[in-house]
């Protein structure tokens, strides 16, 4: 027979809201995302309003002055198939455009041939080279202000389409990186298709 002691029975804590209101720890997501598609909207659809060409500037330069894991931060983890989702997208890929030009455009020039519509539609000056893949994607999100937003959508889907292609031509291509370019570039081509319709928020 054990000369151990029985333990005592505790009660179980009970989960009142003050107890909630104690506990510190993360931001609600729920809040995350609701200033995410709150910011997004702001954006789009504010500029939208705006015919200050300032506003344009601000908007090209945000990840520039805000620092793209900022950018992140607040839009990484939104739906494709939302505001803020495209503008993460958008961003990503200016992001990446600026820091490899080099291989960026090498990647469109190898997709040239094999997406000719694609090629069209993204609106790059020939020959398509860093500097004018710079210049194409600025454009891209300035149009975010001064233009349509579905163009934005569509140019930037068709430019994605080229590189996925580019990437597919390559030998020395990872496969994973093929199919994450092709997935933007038919997440921002969808997301065109439902700001048409009028359904993108």
């Known amino acids: 027979m054990s000369s151990e002691q029985p333990r005592p029975h505790h009660r179980p804590m009970q989960m009142t809201s003050a107890f ?7 931001v609600d997501p729920a809040l995350v995302t609701e200033a995410a598609d709150r910011a997004a909207q702001l954006l789009v659809r504010g500029a939208r309003e705006s015919d200050d060409e300032a506003v344009a500037e601000r908007l090209l330069h ?9 950018v992140a931060e607040v839009w990484a983890g939104s739906p494709a198939d939302s505001l803020a989702g ?3 997208r958008l961003y990503l890929l200016r992001a990446w455009v600026h820091a490899e030009p080099v291989r960026a455009a090498g990647e469109f020039e190898e997709g040239r041939s094999r997406a000719p519509v694609a090629r069209v539609v993204a609106g790059v000056a020939e020959p398509p080279g860093p500097e004018e893949l710079k210049a194409m ?3 891209v999100l300035r149009g975010i202000a001064s233009g349509d937003f579905a163009d934005v959508l ?3 889907a068709a430019f ?8 597919a031509g390559r030998a020395d291509t990872v496969h994973d990186d093929v199919r994450r370019m092709l997935a933007v570039a038919e997440q921002l081509e969808a997301a065109g298709h439902a700001e ?6």
């Open 160 to 167: 994605a389409r080229v590189v996925s292609a580019g990437r």
């Open 62 to 70: 945000l990840a520039d002055t805000e620092g793209i894991e900022a």
């Open 154 to 156: 569509f140019r930037g």
């Open 20 to 26: 909630f209101d104690d506990v510190e720890g993360g």
């Open 137 to 139: 994607v600025d454009e």
């Open 196 to 201: 048409l319709a009028g359904r993108l928020a």
């Open 86 to 88: 495209c503008l993460w």
